[in-house]
């Protein structure tokens, strides 16, 4: 167990700014684009897309910053106690986040440009279509955009459950390693 002396390994300051920062923009977008799907055609609606579209953006690129600090910074290892197959189930589950965090936002990317709405990052720089507009595709890539956005709610609640299992059940350091300002960090 850590003590004072001893605290437990840390994820550093840039990975735990960008997992909150990214928990907070991912729990966001996730909630708008439930609430602005059922909307009726509107400005406002419209305006909500918008947003949500860019926000979209500002997650993907984020995330290609946190895999590249993440390949350059590894994470602290997991704790000894920990049985092989818990270890591989971890390491799978944050595999399958990080792959959702790159699919979801590109699959939005592809279903705006088939659907034929550009994507205008904060109404100022277009980012550019990746397809031409089809609109039988832009349905069935609205399909997997959802059943995407189902699967990471899936992954994400069991990412929080084993946080929270191994703070209050396995009482080990899985969850404060993640904390603002607590433990040492393992790299600069």
């Given at each position: 167990m850590n003590t004072p002396n001893n605290p437990a390994p840390s994820y550093t300051g840039v990975a735990k700014s960008l997992h909150w920062l990214m928990a907070l923009l991912l729990l966001g977008l996730l909630?708008?684009?439930?609430?602005?799907?059922?909307?009726p055609l509107s400005p406002r609606k419209l305006q909500l897309y918008s947003w949500h579209k860019w926000a979209g953006v500002?997650?993907?690129?984020?995330?290609?910053?946190?895999?590249?600090?993440?390949?350059?910074?590894?994470?602290?290892?997991?704790?000894?106690?920990?049985?092989?197959?818990?270890?591989?189930?971890?390491?799978?589950?944050h595999a399958l986040l990080?792959?959702?965090?790159?699919?979801?936002?590109?699959?939005?990317?592809?279903?705006?440009?088939?659907?034929?709405?550009?994507?205008?990052?904060?109404?100022?720089?277009?980012i550019p279509d990746l397809l031409s507009k089809d609109p039988a595709l832009g349905e069935l890539l609205q399909s997997v955009h959802f059943s995407l956005n189902l699967l990471f709610i899936a992954?994400?609640?069991?990412?929080?459950g084993a946080a929270l299992k191994h703070h209050f059940i396995d009482r080990d350091d899985i969850l404060v390693r993640m904390l603002p300002a607590i433990g040492t960090e393992t790299s600069p």
């Open positions: 909630a708008l684009g439930f609430y602005m799907s059922d909307l500002t997650v993907f690129l984020l995330v290609l910053i946190r895999l590249g600090w993440r390949l350059m910074h590894r994470p602290p290892a997991l704790p000894a106690h920990m049985p092989p197959l818990l270890r591989m189930a971890a390491h799978a589950g990080y792959v959702l965090m790159v699919a979801i936002p590109l699959s939005g990317w592809l279903m705006s440009s088939a659907k034929g709405f550009q994507t205008v990052w904060f109404g100022v720089l277009p992954v994400l609640a069991g990412h929080v």
